[in-house]
Every structure is written in structure tokens, then in C-alpha cells.
């Protein structure tokens, strides 16, 4: 499920998100609401792997 409006795109993870999501997690401001510990982009990009494609686990069940 794909969610835009004129300034914002809620999106389920793809793979080449791993770059951003590690930059965005690795600073300090992004630990108090993001659960996801990052150590490397490699991890990152493992984990995006994971993600890729699956729909958002808070959005309710059709």
C-alpha cells in the first residue's frame, strides 16, 4: 500500500532504501522513535532485504 500526498510518501521498505534508513538511524535525535538498531550499511542493506516489499505491520487488516 502506497500512501502520497503533495509533500509526503509513505511506502513499504525497498531494497535500495538501506543508504538512507542507516544515515537517518545513525543519528542521535532518530534513536528515541526508531526500534531498529543499525551497526553498518551492510546491515542495513540485509535488513532492507528483509523488509522489501512487505506491507506496513501498523496499518490494520483489510
Known amino acids: 500500500m502506497t500512501i502520497e500526498t503533495e509533500r509526503l510518501l509513505l511506502?513499504?521498505?525497498?531494497?535500495d532504501d538501506a543508504a538512507d534508513v542507516y544515515a537517518y538511524l545513525r543519528?542521535?535525535?532518530a534513536h528515541c522513535f526508531a526500534s531498529m538498531q543499525l551497526r553498518s550499511l551492510e546491515e542495513a542493506r540485509a535488513e532492507m532485504k528483509k523488509r522489501a516489499g512487505r506491507p506496513c505491520s501498523i496499518l490494520p487488516s483489510p
Open 27 to 29: 543519528e542521535p535525535a
Open 11 to 15: 511506502r513499504p521498505f525497498q531494497i
